[in-house]
T-cell receptor, first 112, second 115 residues
Framework: GDSVTQMEGPVTLSEEAFLTINCTYT??????LFWYVQYPGEGLQLLLK?????DKGSNKGFEATYRKETTSFHLEKGSVQVSDSAVYFC???????????FGAGTRLFVKA | GAGVSQSPSNKVTEKGKDVELRCDPI?????LYWYRQSLGQGLEFLIY????????KSGLPSDRFSAERTGGSVSTLTIQRTQQEDSAVYLC?????????????FGQGTRLTVV
């Protein structure tokens, strides 16, 4: 079945460092891909999405490009801030899918 | 409403008791989903509704779990004879449609603790 694999955390970075969180997926068909973020004490929020191959989703300085050839959707940010500390979830929804399938989440700590 | 609303936000219950968790989706959203997030774990899909119908209940962990949705709106997840392993955050989400490119909006969750 469909699945999402993302890098294990925690990831600890200093402020202004470059961030990459790897995400790969296994799916039949043409899924849509998402990154969700969960800040401490808050619910899941959609960070960005891409609905077809080569699409780039972007929001709040974060970017991810839908790469069908490598079945990847890596999350990147050029300069992280302390306020980016959160758990990041990569996810997919497949064509005709009734559920969003999530990766295990990657916890990011950003130090001042 | 403005977002997905879940109640209660926290629930502590004794082992063996029944609990009801409520989800009020975004107005007009036809699809509704329940997930469970255990400590240090990812999100485990439980069940979805299209309107009031739940076509696939195979994600529910056991027959102690049930869910219903009425009027195409509010949904209730019921856990009977709770066990300690049921302790988790139960998340509800809704989306405008079931289409793959439609994002799901999540509520804040209900933190259930079974003692």
């Amino acid at each position: 079945g469909d699945s999402v694999t993302q890098m294990e955390g925690p990831v600890t970075l200093s402020e202004e460092a470059f961030l990459t969180i790897n995400c790969t997926y296994t799916a039949t068909g043409y899924p849509s891909l998402f990154w969700y973020v969960q800040y401490p004490g808050e619910g899941l929020q959609l960070l960005l999405k891409a609905t077809k191959a080569d699409d780039k989703g972007s929001n709040k300085g974060f970017e991810a490009t839908y790469r069908k050839e490598t079945t990847s959707f890596h999350l990147e940010k050029g300069s992280v801030q302390v306020s980016d500390s959160a758990v990041y979830f990569c996810a997919l929804r497949n064509t005709g899918g009734f559920k969003t399938i999530f990766g295990a989440g990657t916890r990011l700590f950003v130090k001042a | 409403g403005a977002g997905v609303s879940q109640s209660p936000s926290n629930k502590v219950t004794e082992k063996g008791k029944d609990v009801e968790l409520r989800c009020d989706p975004i107005s007009g959203h036809t699809a509704l989903y329940w997930y469970r997030q255990s400590l240090g774990q990812g999100l485990e899909f439980l069940i979805y509704f299209q309107g009031n119908s739940a076509p696939d209940k195979s994600g529910l962990p056991s027959d102690r779990f049930s869910a219903e949705r009425t009027g195409g709106s509010v949904s209730t997840l019921t856990i009977q004879r709770t066990q300690q392993e049921d302790s988790a955050v139960y998340l509800c989400a809704s989306s405008l449609r079931l289409n793959a490119d439609t994002e799901a909006f999540f509520g804040q969750g209900t933190r259930l603790t079974v003692v």
